[in-house]
């Protein structure tokens, strides 16, 4: 979902479900030389750029362009997707960039990694039903080791105020860092950032848009 559909209607249920599979990301993934733009997410380089490198898990990881970045700043990285195709792009990135990165294939509604494990966990713009990401979230939190960090970024709902943003109109999938926040122990967990974070980006009639981001940055304490 990073970028808009600019269909101008709602999706149908059938539709919505049919973007959660395997098969349609294979499929994507397989039908183009590069679907995403190569670069890492910008709100993780704002967040992650001056930490200490360390493991990282990288959920959703696409074609690569985060956890690549990550390995070469020095992290230890696993990528995990649930599209075959798309962990083939993250290896083959990789080696072009002569960095190693694990990958896992793995569905992540109902998929959990090992707990106070990583040093960084990374989520971008994993949109899922809210009763699917509550759960993702409160898993990807439980695997951040003490005094690691973990990163989630999305679009956030304001976006769909902006028909030129052309964002699926999925409201109940999309997040504010406030809500993800709200899932976070204050014992267990310092804020570093919740925030909906303006961003440049193209909208679907070729033209400059800002569009935000919902960034939560949290340290396990």
């Given at each position: ?120 966990v990374n989520s971008q713009f994993m949109h899922q039903p809210p009763e ?18 973990l990163v989630v970024v999305g679009h956030h709902p304001k976006d769909l ?61």
């Open positions: 979902m990073e970028h808009g559909h600019g269909h101008g209607r709602a999706m149908t249920a059938e539709e919505v479900r049919a973007m959660f599979e395997a098969p349609a990301w294979d499929e994507r993934y397989g039908g183009a030389e590069l679907v995403w733009s190569g670069n890492p997410n910008p709100q993780l380089v704002a967040e992650v750029d001056e930490l200490t490198p360390g493991t990282a898990l990288d959920v959703g990881a696409g074609e690569g362009a985060d956890a690549v970045w990550l390995a070469r700043r020095g992290w230890t990285v696993t990528a995990v997707d649930f599209s075959k195709v798309a962990l083939e792009r993250v290896a083959e990135h990789a080696a072009e960039q002569g960095v190693e990165v694990a990958t896992e294939q793995a569905d992540v509604r109902t998929w959990a990694p090992p707990e106070q494990t990583y040093a960084l699917v990401f509550t759960g993702l979230v409160a898993r990807l939190a439980a695997a951040v080791a003490p005094g690691g960090h105020e902006s028909p030129s943003i052309g964002r699926p109109p999925v409201p109940e999938m999309l997040f504010t860092a406030e809500e993800v926040a709200a899932q976070l122990d204050p014992a267990e967990w310092e804020i570093v950032a919740a925030d909906a974070r303006p961003r440049q980006i193209i909208g679907v009639d070729g033209e400059p848009v800002t569009g935000h981001d919902a960034v939560l940055h949290a340290r396990r304490r």
